[in-house]
């Protein structure tokens, strides 16, 4: 078995771009990531990747040169990205390659999701009803969250007025103006308790990662940031996910904490260990609850976390330091792919006005419906 | 299809209609047909249960798969959270309520309601509203 480095890493910027297909954003961030680390498209050896709204990712195969590479097409909801990025890593780490892409790219039309229940098992009056909104869901989530630990609506406008701080210093970011808390809170009320501009939108967007073995990476030079671990879980008996007609009345554990769990333990590491941080927020509620999921701080602590700014440039583990989902919009192919593009410009010191100090153990999860997690953790050589 | 989902007693209550797991007593919604016919048994859930948690849709859904009205002049934003009927389910529905009076924790009860299609018919399906009980101690 090989150590898997990321050698290579190309994003084309999130946001709306009249004129490019999603597909285009995809090719783009393919050869920037290829630019990146010096390779030319027949080095790779391998691919995964995954868009949602944009076809089959393999359509890249064409565009980049048909050089007979095996190219598995992925489909994991919001999780797409995180899923391509362990198969490759897998891949890599069982000695078959030398190199591998994990790509993602995207592009959605305007307003919320719409997801088929067909696509999801579920009944078509489930949808006829006005039940087949993942905004409901995370919704619900954060209220019951709210009651039972002591939340409040100022801490959920604090995390999204961070994510618009830190997506303004961020050339790939879509939303990159600095809005207050009191903007946030008092902006359209979508879903009670989250408003307008608590949630991420679907956007457009590409991501690109070159994943080498050590033998490899070494060779290349490019030896500098390990894939230490990933897991990717979907979720146990009881826990409480989008798109469920009905739910136990016990409360487990839910897909995100399991992997969470496997990924620090496969590198030996805990919560503590981590520097820096992209975590799921699909709306401001996501990246609260996950940070107790994820294991970094206890229920109902982040109260006291996000208002000490503990979670911002200069605190003990600052969060989503692009601006997360909600400062760059999700293409789904992409998403995840995206955190780890942030990790890996932290780890190499490349992330100018928004550089965590001396950033060694950078940790990403995504989180997709219909209750599925991906983490990855990166490390430093 | 929706009267498989809940049935109104002869005292004009509704009730949820869920499955029974023969083997291991689980409980679930809908109650699975078909090919799973035979591991379930049909129940009927209690009538008034308790609001777990709860949203506000305040912008009409997509259509489709929302079947209601989305015009933004006749729209009107709903109630949505999780009843807990009972001592092992809790379901997903409509609340009938005014939605500045939900909170965590008040009483339901299990109504059939029609919802207005957008194409101008009208469909029959469940919800909660705050129990009768609650409001006249």
Not at chain 1, 179 to 192: F, K, P, V, Y
Not at chain 2, 78 to 94: P, W
Not at chain 2, 98 to 106: F, R
């Amino acid at each position: 078995m090989s150590d898997v480095y990321i050698i290579g890493a190309g994003i084309h910027p999130f946001g709306r771009h009249d004129g490019k297909s999603g597909l285009d954003l995809g090719v783009e961030a393919t050869r920037s990531a290829l630019d990146d680390c010096g390779l030319a498209w027949p080095d790779i050896e391998t691919a995964f990747g995954g868009s949602s709204a944009s076809g089959n990712a393999d359509a890249l195969m064409p565009r980049m040169g048909l050089t007979g590479i095996q190219f598995i097409n992925v489909v994991n909801g919001c999780a797409t990205g995180g899923s391509s990025l362990l198969s490759a890593y897998w891949a890599i780490k069982a000695g078959e390659f030398d190199t591998a892409l994990a790509v993602g790219f995207d592009k959605h039309p305007r307003g919320s999701f719409n997801p088929d229940p067909d696509k999801y098992g579920l009944p078509q009056w489930y949808g006829e009803i006005g039940l087949m909104l993942t905004t409901q869901f995370f919704a619900m989530k954060i209220q019951r969250y709210m009651h039972d630990h002591g939340i409040s609506a100022r801490t959920l406008a604090r995390v999204a007025s961070k994510a618009f701080d830190n997506g303004s210093r961020t050339p790939h970011a879509w939303r990159r103006t600095a809005m207050d808390e009191d903007a946030i809170l008092a902006s359209r009320m979508i879903s009670d308790p989250l408003t307008q501009y608590m949630f991420c939108s679907p956007s457009e967007g590409g991501v690109a990662l070159i994943l080498a073995s050590e033998k490899k990476a070494r060779e290349l030079g490019r030896n500098h940031v390990r894939l230490r671990s990933g897991a990717v879980k979907t979720r146990p008996e009881n826990s409480f996910e989008v798109f469920s007609p009905a739910l136990s009345v016990e409360r487990g554990e839910t897909p995100t904490m399991l992997a969470s769990r496997a990924a620090f333990e496969k590198a030996g590491l805990g919560p503590k260990d981590i520097d820096v941080a992209q975590i799921q927020d699909t709306e401001s509620g996501a990246e609260i609850m996950h940070m107790a999921e994820n294991g970094f701080c206890r229920d109902g602590e982040q109260e006291q976390w996000i208002a000490e700014g503990r979670t911002a440039f200069g605190g003990q583990l600052p969060i989503n330091t692009d601006g997360g989902c909600i400062a760059c919009g999700e293409p789904i192919g992409a998403s995840g792919l995206r955190q780890v593009y942030e990790n890996i410009l932290q780890l190499r010191g490349q992330a100018e006005n928004r550089q965590v100090e001396n950033a060694r153990l950078a940790y990403s999860q995504v989180y997709g419906a219909p209750g599925l997690s991906a983490v990855a953790i990166l490390e430093k050589i | 299809m929706t009267s498989e989902l809940f049935i109104v007693d002869q005292a004009g209550k509704a009730h949820m209609i869920a499955g029974k797991n023969r083997a291991n007593g689980q409980i679930v919604f809908p109650c699975p047909a078909g090919e799973q016919e035979g591991v379930y048994d049909r129940i009927e859930l209690p009538h008034s249960g308790t609001l777990w948690t709860y949203t506000i849709q305040r912008i009409p859904p997509k259509n489709p798969p929302y079947a209601g009205v989305t015009s933004p002049e006749d729209y009107a934003p709903f109630g949505v959270g999780y009843v807990r009927l009972g001592d092992d389910i809790m379901i997903e529905a409509r609340l009938e309520a005014d939605p500045g009076s939900l909170q965590i924790g008040m009483q339901m009860d299990c109504v059939a309601i029609s919802l207005a299609r957008a194409d101008g018919t009208a469909m029959t399906t469940f919800a909660f509203a705050p129990s009768q009980r609650s409001h006249n101690p």
